[in-house]
């Protein structure tokens, strides 16, 4: 489903570069899960988790890889009522409606809105839908939890897309500094691996590619440079 930030268009190839660069590991660690996209294209032969903070998200993620149905259809009234009573409604219907049926897959961002090449309504329930049924989340374990709580050994893979510095909000205001602090401690065990703009000293990018901005409303039609960034140890 679509989501603020989300990695589908560039997925294939972060993995790729990823697995490319270790070779010799075994083990996927995916504290930011996100949209999804990346976690999925992890190979099984690796043990595969993956985390956020957000448990709507993984609950809407254990829900789809459980089998269980998903709704074609979410007014904008349902939408309001979600918002406003959560506490009536699932984690996983919580998580569909927040961020597949919002403005920009950013959560609460607004009902989403637009039209296809026919002037028709864009659908975006049927559209999240399709996408999350499209998506291989067989043997990924999934947990709520955040970043710091992640376990991980020498034998590990972690691949982080965090909240990126300076872009449009999320709900929870994210500390940059702390993060990357944490991520230069955990390169001194495993294989450490960072999508973003820019990076600390100590980093090196390894990929990048051209994509929209992300910097709030002033960076309407703006191009950034995404990268992917891994520890010099």
């Known amino acids: 489903m679509q989501y603020l930030g989300g990695k589908t268009k560039h997925a294939s190839v972060i993995v790729d570069t990823i697995l490319k660069a270790s070779p010799t590991k075994t083990k996927w660690i995916e504290p930011f899960i996100g949209g999804g996209s990346v976690v999925t294209k992890v190979p099984k032969t690796f043990k595969i988790y993956g985390s956020d903070v957000n448990l709507n998200v ?36 919580i998580g569909l409606v927040s961020i597949g049926c919002s403005f920009g897959g950013k959560e609460w961002g607004g009902y989403a809105r637009s039209t296809e090449a026919d002037g028709s309504p864009v659908n ?20 709520t939890c955040n970043y710091p709580e992640v376990s991980i050994d020498r034998n590990c893979i972690v691949y982080c897309d ?19 602090k944490w ?9 450490v691996y960072v999508s973003e703009y820019s990076a600390p000293p100590g980093w090196e990018a390894i990929w990048e590619k051209e994509t929209a901005s992300l910097a709030g409303k002033a960076s309407v039609g703006k ?8 520890f010099i140890k």
Not at 162 to 180: E, I, M, N, Q, R
Not at 183 to 191: L, P
């Open 58 to 93: 993984i609950e809407l993620y254990k829900h789809v890889q459980q089998g269980e149905e998903l709704p074609s259809e979410v007014t904008e009234a349902q939408y309001k009522a979600v918002k406003q009573t959560p506490e009536n409604y699932c984690a996983w219907y």
């Open 124 to 143: 975006f329930a049927a559209r999240a839908k399709k996408k999350l049924l499209g998506m291989n989340f067989s043997e990924i374990h999934l947990t």
């Open 183 to 191: 991520a230069e401690g955990a390169a001194t065990v495993a294989d």
């Open 162 to 180: 965090p909240p990126y510095a300076g872009t449009t909000g999320y709900k929870t205001k994210f500390d940059s500094v702390a993060f990357w």
């Open 223 to 230: 191009r950034a440079t995404e990268k992917l960034f891994r």
